[in-house]
Structure formats: C-alpha cells, structure tokens
C-alpha cells in the first residue's frame, strides 16, 4: 500500500476497497464478523484471497455472518446456512442438509450394465437412468438401494463408488424459490 498512501480512497477501484474494507473489520481482532458482500467486485484471485482469510478466522473459532448472492462461495465458506426470500425465513440447515437429495442417490460403475438388466429396468418402470458410467437412483430407502446395488453386483456389473446426490446450493436455492413462487 506503500504506493497509493497519498491516493484519496473514493480512487481505489472497487476490489481495493473491498479489501480495505475487510482490514478495517479485522483490525481489532473481532470474535464476530458481519459481512455483507465482502468478494463483490473482486478479481478471482483476490476472491480466493479473502475466502482463504474468512476459512482461517472460522478455523481460529470466529463467528462469521455472510451475505452473498455467490452462492458457491457460501456453500464453500459457510457451516450454517439460512435461505431468505422477500425477508422472509424459507430454509435453514447445514450446506449438506440443504443439498443433499433425499431419496436420490448415484453409483458409479467401472462396467458396462448388461441389457438385460437396462431391460429389466425399463420394463418395471424402475427409477434408474444410466448416464455414461453414473447409475442416478431414485429410491424410497436404503433396503432399495442395497437391492439395486445387489442387482447390479448379480449382473457383474463393477461399482466404483455410491454416493448421495447433492445439489449445488445455487440449484437448491433456485428450487426453493421454484417452490415460493408457486
């Protein structure tokens, strides 16, 4: 800053100012952050600057509150989120607990389905599609699931990985609102 000491601040671009703006709330070394916006208008490293900083005070126990519309930068920052639309409460939970799909779950596979099981699939209307080497499954319980997974092992068919389907938080919040609207 050396530089720019004699530079009036209403001249900083609007990243600068950002930045000087978050020195000045952590100046005293706070145990509560309020944050509003504190990325906008800052370039991409600068944005991984501040996440680095804000991720480090969470580490050393502070509390942060974040507004933001950048909805992935919460989801990477944040252990508690709350959803507002118009003032008003919609959602709250965790970032897994907003993201994950409940009963949606995917499996990746390191083989080829046989047909007669993608037939067999078809044919009951079971809740399976295969996209390229990911099984997505829509099933009611974890006792579908294993029976699904015990298909598949019957077929020969070689699991990888099985995992719930998570949204991104962007995608659940636009759902959320989907859901208010109507």
């Given at each position: 800053m050396?530089?720019?000491r004699?530079?009036?601040?209403?001249?900083?671009?609007?990243?600068?100012?950002?930045?000087i703006?978050?020195?000045?709330?952590l100046?005293?070394?706070?145990?509560?952050?309020?944050?509003?916006?504190?990325?906008d208008?800052?370039?991409p490293?600068?944005r991984?600057d501040i996440?680095d900083?804000?991720?480090?005070?969470?580490?050393?126990?502070k509390?942060i509150?974040?507004n933001?519309?950048l909805?992935?930068e919460?989801e990477?920052?944040?252990d508690?989120?709350?959803?507002?639309n118009?003032g008003k409460?919609?959602r709250?939970?965790?970032?897994?607990?907003l993201?994950?799909?409940?009963h949606?779950?995917?499996?990746g596979?390191?083989?080829?389905?046989?047909?007669?099981l993608?037939?067999?699939?078809?044919?009951?209307r079971?809740p399976?599609?295969?996209?390229?080497a990911?099984?997505l499954?829509?099933?009611?319980?974890?006792?579908?699931?294993?029976?699904?997974?015990?298909?598949?092992r019957?077929?020969?068919?070689?699991?990888?990985?099985?995992?719930?389907?998570?949204?991104?938080?962007?995608?659940?919040?636009?759902q959320?609102?989907?859901k208010e609207?109507a």
């Amino acid at each position: 800053m050396e530089q720019w000491r004699k530079m009036k601040i209403k001249k900083y671009s609007k990243g600068m100012m950002q930045r000087i703006g978050l020195a000045q709330a952590l100046i005293n070394d706070p145990q509560l952050l309020i944050l509003d916006e504190p990325t906008d208008g800052v370039d991409p490293l600068g944005r991984k600057d501040i996440r680095d900083i804000l991720l480090h005070l969470k580490q050393q126990g502070k509390t942060i509150f974040l507004n933001s519309h950048l909805l992935s930068e919460v989801e990477q920052i944040c252990d508690r989120v709350a959803i507002l639309n118009k003032g008003k409460l919609v959602r709250l939970g965790t970032v897994r607990e907003l993201t994950e799909n409940e009963h949606q779950y995917t499996i990746g596979i390191a083989s080829v389905v046989p047909d007669a099981l993608r037939m067999q699939w078809e044919a009951t209307r079971a809740p399976v599609t295969l996209q390229d080497a990911v099984i997505l499954a829509n099933v009611p319980d974890a006792a579908s699931l294993n029976a699904l997974i015990d298909q598949l092992r019957a077929a020969g068919v070689l699991i990888e990985s099985v995992s719930k389907k998570r949204s991104s938080l962007e995608d659940m919040f636009l759902q959320v609102l989907k859901k208010e609207a109507a």
